[in-house]
């Protein structure tokens, strides 16, 4: 079996990085890089992409230095098509699972990971970029009533298969092309019981192209760096000393020394506040403003376009 690209595991744990790692190398991936930091992590998609390479990315969802919101913010920008598979130990609710797609990310592994589920998520991957090459050698679907309903039906059923949810505006911005034959193919779909119509949904589109291919990019308020953190913060009343929870050792402030004994007398702990690894600003929020992964366009919330249209959920394209 030949190699099939390249790998890059932003994992803290050497033992899952370990594994995860040998177990892409049995599928065939034989460059593979590994980093047990989110400053690491980057560093190293940054010679990559030096090199011309754009790796398959395994991250954790938190890091001891950083989180994937930081993350995908730096590396989106960088190379808006790269596919990130988040690790996450969330429930598998249906709010964790929009919020990790909704950063950008390819898809995402359950903790503790299944190396079944790695090998399905990897097989629909090298599917549909076998898909995308074989479709971008042949000519464009015609956009008039002279369609190829059968080749549509293709890649309609394609779509179908590597995805939980999807809207009719993905749909038709992943073939090229919008006609009447597409809403009666879903509506066929739909009487069959393979897919389900839910709610409209309204998506975020590009303010320069149109494209609803967009991922939210994080930044401090501050410095306007995308590297930072999230966590617990703890103000010493005494001194007014607010820092990260692991610098007070054996409950003493790192600034006066003095021993912090009761909450909401001697200090108060600042729940998910983020830090800035580069200005060592904090803050409750971050801020943010997205970019187009189609044309790289990037833009604020207030200057988006929105686009809604029907949005399904996946039963069965079998």
């Given amino acids: 079996m030949g190699s099939k690209g390249s790998v890059l595991i932003i994992e803290d744990s050497p033992a899952v990085g370990m594994l995860l790692a ?15 930091s989110g400053h690491a992590g980057i560093s190293l998609f940054k010679e990559m992409v030096q090199k011309d390479i754009t790796p398959l990315i395994f991250l954790d969802y938190n890091l001891p230095d950083s989180t994937a919101n930081s993350i995908m913010s730096q590396i989106l920008p960088i190379k808006p098509f790269t596919k990130i598979i988040i690790e996450t130990a969330n429930g598998k609710e249906e709010d964790s699972i929009k919020e990790v797609i909704g950063l950008g990310a390819y898809h995402y592994l ?3 990971i299944h190396f079944n589920e790695v090998e399905k998520i990897i097989t629909i991957l090298e599917e549909e970029e076998s898909y995308l090459e074989k ?3 042949q000519p464009e679907l015609p956009k008039d009533d002279d369609i190829d309903e059968e080749k549509i039906v293709e890649h309609i ?3 179908l298969k590597t995805t939980h949810q999807i809207s009719l505006n993905k749909i038709i911005q992943i073939l090229g092309f919008s006609n009447d034959f597409i809403e009666t193919y879903l509506k066929k779909l739909e009487n069959e019981g393979k897919i389900v119509q839910l709610d409209n949904k309204k998506e ?3 303010n320069q192209c149109d494209s609803i291919r967009t991922s939210q ?4 308020p501050n410095c306007k760096g995308s590297n930072f953190k999230l966590g617990k913060l703890i103000e010493h009343y005494d001194c007014g000393n607010i820092s990260e929870e692991n610098t007070y050792q054996n409950d003493a402030c790192p600034n006066c020394k003095k021993e912090i004994k009761a909450l909401g007398v001697d200090y108060r ?7 800035c690894n580069d200005c060592n ?10 970019i187009c992964l189609k044309c790289e366009n990037k833009f604020k919330l207030e200057d988006a376009r929105w686009k809604s249209s029907m949005n399904y959920k996946v039963v069965n394209t079998k």
């Fill in 135 to 137: 479709k971008s050698k």
């Fill in 110 to 112: 359950q903790k503790p």
């Fill in 217 to 220: 990019v994080f930044y401090c």
């Fill in 157 to 159: 059923n394609f779509i």
């Fill in 281 to 290: 600003e904090f803050f409750p929020e971050i801020s943010t403003s997205y």
């Fill in 22 to 36: 040998e177990f892409m190398r049995k599928l065939g991936y034989e460059d593979i890089k590994t980093a047990e």
């Fill in 204 to 206: 975020i589109a590009c």
């Fill in 269 to 275: 702990v600042m729940q998910n506040h983020y830090t």
